[in-house]
């Protein structure tokens, strides 16, 4: 057993929480060429924390020893979306997720399945109709708010857009809090980021509320005949679903493929990707492996153990980082290069070091669910377009949290292609099976 590398500093004067929401990737590079280490320590809100960027640390931390790093009960996540499938720990934990898997397979997903496939065809089908480049983020933005409220609040904006309009402000508004200081103020004239947001909650919980109360269709129907723990479970979990925070990671997912696939030199790739839906699903996985929506998450060590090798005092917070967990080279060959043949070749065992949402008993709840539906939009537009950047030269440098995207949104440039006798081709038939 060893000593972590690094160093966890003294309380408040040592801490590098701003160090590493300015640049996390460039942090734990540079502490990793430091220490030379892809396991270190370093202090994240104020408290002495250990960094996993290792392929084998994370599996230690999120299968192996899930049991002994838990969900932190004070995360800013509690106090935006209460106790939910995301925060809880244990029992608890166990028994929510038993009650909801239904949600997300057999007829329940069949159902969402014909949605989201009605979904992405109408939000893709005018990407042609202005003649002008695309800001690609903010269509798939709009598309995956579409989903999210149409799937799980049986809200549609050609159906009730004054609602939709409006669920999708508070729900900018809730996200806010999420990336603002917990500080809950008012003074006359103003109100600070977090109070805002609390303030937004509290309205979209009053419409959740209402729609549980008189829906008896779709996923609202189905969740509430479901056995939860206590009669506000239901409404904090579509609080969750509903959240700006998956239409912004399917946006980052749907533009990380489409900027990777784009110009004349991946023509190849798209044709591929479309005649082939294990191709197709190669090249998710790689996008995925680059660009991961989220950078990670944290834990905190309910007692003294280890980690890669590394002694892990209890107490000590543990933060997995998704990009250099990927990107590990004791795992992948050239871990900087796109290659989606890696998948079925060398690495056609190792798609469970994939950890963007998650891994082990505790991944996403949704993941097939979005699995399929990043497969449907992704061979609507292979089928339908080619594309490019426009202009050809956009500096496609990432921002990661508090969702990664390009920082400057790529504007894309899309051609309509002849579809006629084509349906024999379509392989979204494969998917969801």
Not at 110 to 139: F, H, M, W
Not at 217 to 235: D, I, R, T
Request: net charge neutral.
């Amino acid at each position: 057993m060893s000593k972590l590398p690094g160093n966890a500093g003294v309380s408040l004067l040592g801490d590098k929480s701003l160090d590493f929401y300015r640049d996390p990737v460039s942090f734990c590079q540079d502490k990793m060429e430091k220490h030379g280490s892809r396991v270190f320590q370093s202090r994240l809100f104020n408290r002495p924390t250990t960094f996993v960027c290792s392929a084998q640390g994370m599996r230690e931390l999120l299968c192996e020893k899930s049991n002994v790093f838990l969900k932190d009960p004070t995360d800013l996540m509690t106090k935006m979306y209460g106790d939910t499938l995301v925060t809880t720990n244990g029992e608890e934990a166990c028994l929510l997720r038993l009650s909801l898997t239904s949600l997300f397979s057999g007829s329940c997903f069949e159902s969402a399945a014909d949605y989201i496939t009605n979904v992405c065809e109408r939000c893709l089908k005018d990407l042609t109709l202005s003649g002008q480049p695309q800001c690609v983020y903010t269509a798939f933005k709009q598309l995956g708010t579409e989903l999210v409220l149409g799937l799980f609040l049986n809200v549609r904006p050609n159906e009730q857009p004054e609602l939709f309009q409006k669920i999708t402000q508070l729900c900018t508004q809730h996200w806010h809090g999420l990336i603002s200081a917990p500080v809950n103020l008012k003074v006359p004239m103003w109100s600070s980021g977090f109070s805002m947001a609390l303030e937004a909650r509290e309205q979209l919980m009053d419409i959740i509320k209402d729609k549980l109360e008189k829906d008896t269709e779709g996923f609202v129907g189905s969740l509430k005949s479901l056995p939860l723990p206590s009669s506000s479970c239901a409404s904090q979990h579509l609080l969750l679903f509903i959240s700006a925070l998956i239409p912004k990671a399917l946006a980052s997912l749907l533009t990380s493929f489409t900027v990777a696939l784009s110009g004349k030199k991946q023509e190849g790739t798209r044709q591929r990707a479309l005649m082939d839906a294990d191709y197709l699903q190669d090249v998710l996985l790689e996008v995925q492996r680059l660009w991961p929506p989220f950078i990670g998450g944290r834990r905190i060590a309910e007692k003294d153990t280890t980690l890669a090798g590394f002694h892990v005092p209890k107490g000590y917070g543990a933060v997995y980082i998704s990009y250099s967990v990927h990107r590990d080279p004791e795992v992948f060959e050239q871990p900087d290069s796109f290659l989606p043949e890696r998948w079925s070749g060398r690495n056609a065992d190792h798609k469970h070091i994939i950890c963007s949402f998650g891994g082990g008993s505790r991944n996403c709840i949704g993941i097939k669910l979005t699995d399929f539906f990043l497969k449907e939009a992704c061979t609507y537009l292979l089928k339908h377009y080619d594309w490019c950047l426009e202009p050809p030269s956009q500096n496609l440098d990432y921002k990661w949290l508090p969702v990664s995207r390009p920082a400057i949104p790529p504007t894309v440039s899309f051609t309509a292609l002849d579809t006629a006798g084509t349906d024999g081709n379509d392989n979204t038939k494969h998917f969801g099976h």
